[in-house]
């Protein structure tokens, strides 16, 4: 199985998403803010990428537009997550170059199907 | 017999008839008047009615269509014999209200209004100026007769003697009594020798020519001429049309009305009068027949001299030539005086005042005779004018009858003014203004050519069938049309509109002229009841201040109690006081009538002031309602400005919470979800499924709160493409699949209509339909539920009808579902309460709409979105 990394500043999401992920086998580290973000993928080095939207200190969009902009990040699968459903978000989500985009609140079985659909097995 | 014999005796005629005026002046200012105002002189000074359009024409007239020619005679005997009451009635106006004209007498019964004046006066000499110049041509045509040269300068010269005389005697007086003794004389003179010459000639060619009355009788029997046959409708017409004349041609008003001397008069004009027309029109057609045998190519018109001539009696042409002479100038003269009279009151002295208002001396007088000269100059001059454009040709014969129906527009407005209290201004300027343009399109202008026979190429605007009205003749095509939307419009008029205060006062004068004693109305004539102006004067200044003044006035005056004796300085004050509460104007004609004991009964005062008290306090009432709705407007524009404020708050709010509630729902959506799998005991797992179902309804509460205020706050952002129907209609089917899965629901499609092509947000209008398939869904409860689309496309748009089974919505409800929560069941099914609002609020956006369809069956809703 893969290596998931899960940027969330909400704990509890965080914590929900981790445990779905880690029964069905895979492997999940949690970063929990915009702020250095890029260097945890970096270091992490992770099969997928699961991002909120909304971070403090910097936002999805942003991160996700400077990880399509680096080689080494370019092709990383990406999974993004808003609590805004809208237009507007999802145009920008593609714009900066998204995998998937879910809004929350997403079923377990959803994202669970995604990340495996994401990742090569 | 030489051009100069001719004019000789014209000259001489001429010269005779001003010997006969300015005596009888000289006579009228030494007040030997007795025999000048005699019943005679006033009948046959009416004569001026038989110009020489009759005296020559009506033989050409009979010559060409028979006995036709006396329905001109028969409407004013109709008149004369049969409603010699409204005669009477127009004198004692005339009379009382010191009328100088025609319209004079419209403005005056109108509240003196001016316009009205003006409008009478255009119409009359609009009328006048071509039948003016027929009486020149008469005149020429007749010298023609005996001399052929030099016709040219015959016209001009008649016309300026013509002013001449009319300027002399007609203007005499510096008075304003209007009165013309010396014209009337010589009028009066000019009817007996028309009437002696018309006689005259008659007698010859009855008993001289041919061999007494029972050889005319034969030879009328004997030209058995077809067109001579009668014509039922143009009788009538003719009459109706010669009747209202003789009371609105403004010469005949003046005669009739202005300078009559005594009432009684009438009583012997009553019969007199159409005894004289009698007498003109005895032998016109023994003169036709005769004529026609003798003078087979001659003009018939002309008849009257020429029969004379061809049988060698040169004497008795000229008796005939002076005879219609004397109908030409007497016309004229009269015409001029009545005309100048308006022209000068109505339009130039108003304009002077206007332009002088503020040099203007105390001695107005001298303005007035001078502008009424150049009037009567400037009446003549037209009517010269007219005669040389329209080149005197055949244009002219049907002049009379045209300016007939032209004059007669002014009836209604005079009768209805003399019999109906409720006409007003109002309705009669519309009256006028219809009766007038309808006489101008369809009779005026087409008789010079002025105007093209297909009305513009409008089928129903042709001037000789208006409003499709084939086949009449042109002239009762137009008397008929102009008439009727005449008395329409003045009836309309008068009922929608409201009298003024000085139209009502001169409304009941006119109307109930009768039912006070003639007498006279000035300051000095009758002592007024101080007892009916404290009544008066209460009613509009208040029962205490009424009092109080005339307390003040009776002390001054060294009388006891509360009644002053009404003296002129008394008066004067107390009509300053009333101005100051009901108007100038009003306050003056009010006192004027109660001290005057004129027409107005006590009680027709009474009325006014009532009316003006209730209009003052309605006026008050108004001006505290106006204020009132003000300060309401700007208590409403504040709220307005707050509501406006907290909806753009509420917006705000909504979104944000939306998102705050949407991260806790996540977390327990996911771990209620996480219970329900296999990890936690049977209970709890059911207990979770619970929590999550409540929780996915949460938040479809929440998304749908979201949308409708992203909808309502109008910045929805829409993304519009092309889309065929059937692909938004699929689409929204299969999504509402999950709603009940259960439920097998029929759905009845029409896939040809489905394959139009919108152009709208497919992602909205898909939404739209999800809700009203999965309504059907959740709702219908028929026990084989169906639901039928109906598409069908309309010139500007197309309408989707989602139609299904059901028990649909009862009435009561069909107006309050497309409401935030109007949800109608209480069985707990699962929806937010706000679909159909979303529904409402996405066509809004889209630019289409959204109903309820009644009567359908079951519940029905149309989604109609432009093409």
Request: charged content about 15%.
């Amino acid at each position: 199985m893969g290596h998931v990394l899960l940027i969330e500043d909400e704990p509890n999401i965080a914590e929900a998403i981790r445990f779905i992920l880690s029964r069905d086998g895979w492997h999940v580290t949690i970063y929990p803010e915009g702020a250095g973000a890029l260097e945890a993928v970096r270091c992490v080095a992770p099969d997928i990428v699961i991002l909120d939207a909304m971070l403090p200190g910097q936002s999805g969009f942003d991160i996700l537009t400077r990880m399509r902009a680096d080689p080494d990040m370019a092709d990383l699968p990406v999974l993004m997550l808003t609590a805004r459903g809208q237009h507007r978000d999802r145009e920008a989500a593609e714009k900066a170059g998204v995998s998937r985009f879910m809004t929350k609140p997403f079923s377990n079985a959803e994202i669970l199907e995604q990340v495996r659909l994401l990742v090569p097995q | 017999m030489p051009f100069n014999l001719l004019v000789l005796s014209c000259v001489s005629y001429v010269i005779f008839l001003f010997l006969v005026a300015f005596i009888a002046e000289r006579r009228a200012a030494a007040g030997k008047v007795r025999w000048l105002r005699s019943p005679l002189v006033y009948t046959l000074s009416l004569s001026i009615y038989c110009t020489a359009w009759t005296f020559y024409g009506a033989v050409g007239s009979a010559a060409a269509s028979g006995l036709e020619f006396m329905t001109i005679y028969m409407g004013p005997t109709l008149v004369f014999v049969g409603w010699w009451g409204l005669l009477r009635k127009l004198v004692r106006i005339g009379r009382q209200q010191r009328v100088t004209s025609i319209a004079d007498l419209i403005s005056s019964r109108y509240g003196k209004s001016n316009l009205l004046g003006v409008a009478v006066t255009l119409i009359s000499v609009v009328a006048a100026t071509p039948y003016i110049a027929l009486q020149l041509q008469s005149v020429v045509l007749s010298f023609g007769v005996f001399a052929s040269e030099d016709r040219e300068g015959t016209a001009l010269w008649v016309a300026i003697g013509l002013a001449l005389f009319t300027v002399l005697f007609g203007t005499r007086n510096l008075d304003a009594n209007e009165r013309h003794t010396g014209v009337v004389t010589a009028i009066a003179v000019e009817a007996v020798v028309k009437l002696v010459a018309a006689l005259a000639v008659g007698v010859f060619v009855v008993w001289g020519i041919a061999g007494g009355p029972a050889d005319i009788l034969g030879r009328i029997q004997a030209a058995d001429r077809p067109e001579w046959a009668l014509e039922p409708a143009r009788w009538a017409g003719l009459t109706f049309a010669s009747a209202a004349a003789v009371i609105c041609l403004p010469r005949m008003f003046q005669v009739l009305v202005v300078e009559n001397s005594d009432e009684k008069h009438l009583a012997t004009a009553g019969w007199a009068f159409p005894l004289y027309l009698l007498g003109m029109s005895v032998f016109v057609i023994p003169i036709a027949v005769v004529g026609l045998e003798m003078l087979p190519d001659g003009n018939p018109d002309l008849f009257v001299l020429t029969i004379p001539l061809e049988a060698g009696r040169g004497d008795l042409a000229m008796l005939a030539f002076l005879g219609g002479f004397s109908s030409a100038t007497s016309m004229v003269i009269v015409a001029a005086i009545a005309l100048a009279t308006m022209l000068s009151n109505h339009i130039v002295m108003p304009i002077w005042l206007g332009l002088m208002r503020p040099a203007v001396s105390g001695d107005v007088r001298r303005v007035v005779l001078l502008s009424r000269r150049l009037s009567i100059a400037g009446v003549l001059a037209l009517g010269y004018a007219y005669f040389r454009l329209s080149g005197g040709g055949a244009a002219l014969a049907s002049i009379g009858l045209i300016s007939f129906v032209g004059v007669a527009q002014v009836l209604p407005a005079l009768v209805g003014g003399l019999f109906w209290r409720g006409a007003t201004r109002i309705g009669a300027a519309m009256g006028l203004a219809l009766g007038t343009a309808v006489w101008i399109y369809t009779l005026f202008l087409p008789s010079f050519g002025a105007i093209s026979p297909d009305g513009f190429g409008i089928d129903w605007l042709r001037p000789h069938a208006l409003f499709g009205t084939e086949g009449m003749d042109p002239l009762l095509h137009a008397l008929f049309w102009s008439l009727l939307l005449n008395i329409a419009g003045f009836c309309v008029g008068s009922i929608l509109s409201f009298p003024s205060p000085m139209e009502r006062l001169q409304g009941a004068a006119f109307v109930g002229v009768f039912d006070t004693a003639p007498g006279p109305s000035g300051w000095s004539g009758g002592a007024p009841e101080a007892e009916d102006l404290l009544v008066m004067a209460q009613r509009i200044l208040g029962e205490e201040t009424a009092l109080t003044l005339f307390l003040t006035e009776a002390r001054a005056q060294g009388r006891a109690g509360y009644l002053p004796d009404p003296t002129p300085a008394f008066l004067e004050r107390l009509e300053r006081r009333l101005a100051g509460a009901v108007g100038a104007a009003t306050a003056h004609a009010m006192i004027f009538q109660v001290a005057g004991r004129a027409a107005v009964t006590v009680a027709d005062l009474m009325a006014v002031a009532d009316e003006a008290a209730q209009i003052m306090e309605y006026s008050a009432r108004l001006e505290s309602q106006r204020q009132e709705l003000t300060r309401t407007a700007a208590a409403l524009r504040d709220a307005n400005a707050k509501l406006t404020r907290l909806a753009e708050q509420k917006d705000a709010f909504l979104g944000q919470i939306s998102h705050e509630l949407r991260t806790p729902m996540t977390s327990i959506l996911a771990f209620s979800e996480i219970l329900m799998g296999d990890v936690a005991p049977e209970d709890a797992r059911r207990q979770a499924g619970i929590i999550h179902a409540e929780a996915i309804r949460l938040t479809r509460l929440l998304d749908d709160l979201l949308d409708l205020s992203v909808l309502e706050s109008g910045q929805v952002q829409l993304h519009i493409s092309d889309v065929r129907l059937r692909a938004v209609l699929d689409r929204a089917l299969a999504a509402a699949e999950h709603v009940r899965p259960r439920h097998d629901l029929t759905v009845f499609r029409d896939s040809g209509a489905e394959a139009l092509v919108l152009r709208t947000d497919p992602d909205r209008l898909a939404q739209v339909f999800i809700n009203l398939i999965a309504n059907a869904r959740k709702y219908c409860d028929a026990a084989e539920p169906q639901l039928r689309i109906v598409v069908r496309a309309q010139d500007a748009g197309v309408t989707v009808d989602f139609i299904d089974n059901g028990r649909g919505i009862p009435r009561p409800a069909q107006a309050t579902i497309f409401e935030k929560f109007a949800r109608l069941d209480e069985s707990g099914q699962a929806g937010t309460g706000l679909g159909l609002a979303i529904c409402r609020e996405v066509m809004a956006n889209l630019g289409g709409t959204i109903a309820y369809l009644p009567g359908q069956g079951g519940a029905a809703f149309r989604v109609w979105l432009p093409l």
